[in-house]
T-cell receptor, first 114, second 110 residues
Framework: DTGVSQDPRHKITKRGQNVTFRCDPI?????LYWYRQTLGQGPEFLTY????????KSRLLSDRFSAERPKGSFSTLEIQRTEQGDSAMYLC????????????FGQGTRLTVV | QQPVQSPQAVILREGEDAVINCSSS?????VHWYRQKHGEAPVFLMI?????EQKGHEKISASFNEKKQQSSLYLTASQLSYSGTYFC???????????FGQGTTLQVKP
C-alpha cells in the first residue's frame, strides 16, 4: 500500500481553462474527501464520497467545481473556467467508513491560475 | 464554524514544552490533531472523542474539555522534528468530515 496519491503534483493554467485532478485513495478505504488549502490556512472541506456516492458538498463550493468517484475507487475533481482565486493546494484524503478513524492525506495538487 | 487555534505561532528551543489550544463555538463530538510540514501532506497525530477516549500513535498528549468546547495539544521535551504547522479539526459523528482551524506554526530551534 503506497498511501493516497494525487496527480499531478503541480498544475499551472491560464484563467478560463478547465483543469482536472486525480486522487487514488488507499485501496480498502470507502470514504474519500477533497479539501482546499490556501497559504497560511487550514484545509477547507470541499466534498466527500462514501464509495461512489457523493454525500456532501460544501455550500461554499462554486458550481464550476465538480467531483466524481466512478466505481468507488479513484476520484477526479474538475474546475471549469478557472479563476485566479482558485489558486490553492487541493488535498485528497481517505479513510475507512468506521467512525472516528484517522484520515490519510495525499501530498496534494498545487494549482496556480495565471 | 471554524475552530480557533492559539497561539498562531510558537518558537521553542529543543527540550522546551509547548501547548496549542483549539476552541470551538459549537459542541464538539471529536477533535483531530494533524501536523503538516512545509510542502507535505498533513499527518495524523491524535483523535480525542467525547467521553474521554483518545487514539494516537505518537509521544504527544492532548486533552478534550467538552464543557468548554476546547482541546489542547501538549508537546513536551520538543525535538527539531516537531517543527511544522499543527491543525486541529472538529469532526462530525457520521461523515468523518473535518473542519480545520487556521493552524499553529511551531518552530523548534537547536
Amino acid at each position: 500500500d503506497t498511501g493516497v496519491s494525487q496527480d499531478p503534483r503541480h498544475k499551472i493554467t491560464k484563467r478560463g481553462q478547465n483543469v482536472t485532478f486525480r486522487c487514488d485513495p488507499i485501496s480498502e478505504h470507502n470514504r474519500l474527501y477533497w479539501y482546499r488549502q490556501t497559504l497560511g490556512q487550514g484545509p477547507e472541506f470541499l466534498t466527500y464520497f462514501q464509495n461512489e456516492a457523493q454525500l456532501e458538498k460544501s455550500r461554499l463550493l462554486s458550481d464550476r467545481f465538480s467531483a466524481e468517484r466512478p466505481k468507488g475507487s479513484f476520484s477526479t475533481l474538475e474546475i471549469q473556467r478557472t479563476e485566479q482565486g482558485d489558486s490553492a493546494m487541493y488535498l485528497c484524503a481517505s479513510n475507512p467508513s468506521r467512525p472516528n478513524t484517522e484520515a490519510f492525506f495525499g501530498q496534494g495538487t498545487r494549482l496556480t491560475v495565471v | 464554524q471554524q475552530p480557533v487555534q492559539s497561539p498562531q505561532a510558537v518558537i521553542l528551543r529543543e527540550g522546551e514544552d509547548a501547548v496549542i489550544n483549539c476552541s470551538s463555538s459549537k459542541a464538539l463530538y471529536s477533535v483531530h490533531w494533524y501536523r503538516q510540514k512545509h510542502g507535505e501532506a498533513p499527518v495524523f497525530l491524535m483523535i480525542l472523542l467525547k467521553g474521554g477516549e483518545q487514539k494516537g500513535h505518537e509521544k504527544i498528549s492532548a486533552s478534550f474539555n467538552e464543557k468548554k468546547q476546547q482541546s489542547s495539544l501538549y508537546l513536551t521535551a520538543s525535538q527539531l522534528s516537531y517543527s511544522g504547522t499543527y491543525f486541529c479539526g472538529t469532526g462530525s459523528s457520521n461523515t468523518g468530515k473535518l473542519i480545520f482551524g487556521q493552524g499553529t506554526t511551531l518552530q523548534v530551534k537547536p
